[in-house]
């Protein structure tokens, strides 16, 4: 049996982002799925572990919008890229919320939230 040691509930969320390295790389991949703290990116592009990154996320409410997030590649094998969430402005950490939300419902979110928010008391 594996334990799986996850803190935030991963959503099936389908939609491209756009990843930016500081070096110029630039990747347009799926998503595989999202949570709070971090996206699951489907490519066969090598991005190496440790390395920042800027994801921009299409918002569908408002076309022609992206939200920026900054974070860094996790966890990197043969089918994609995992990349923890550091820094985004409050109106994009709404929307995320939101989306997240939408998928599992208030209790869950909430619990998730107070979590989310624990983890970057200093």
């Given at each position: 049996?594996r ?17 930016k ?8 991949a799926?998503?595989?799925?999202l ?19 800027e994801?921009f ?28 969430f550091?820094?985004?402005d ?15 419902g ?13 983890t970057?008391?200093?």
């Amino acid at each position: 049996m594996r334990f799986n040691r996850r803190w935030f509930t991963r959503v099936n969320y389908r939609n491209t982002v756009v990843i930016k390295t500081p070096d110029g790389m630039v990747v347009e991949a799926p998503v595989k799925d999202l949570s709070l703290r971090g996206v699951y990116i489907i490519t066969d592009e090598i991005i190496p572990v440790g390395r920042s990154v800027e994801i921009f996320f299409r918002d569908n409410s408002s076309p022609g919008r992206e939200l920026k997030v900054n974070g860094i590649i996790v966890r990197a094998n043969k089918k994609g890229f995992a990349i923890e969430f550091e820094k985004m402005d409050l109106s994009t950490f709404c929307h995320l919320k939101t989306t997240v939300y939408d998928f599992l419902g208030k209790p869950i979110v909430i619990k998730e939230l107070s979590r989310f928010f624990r983890t970057f008391r200093r």
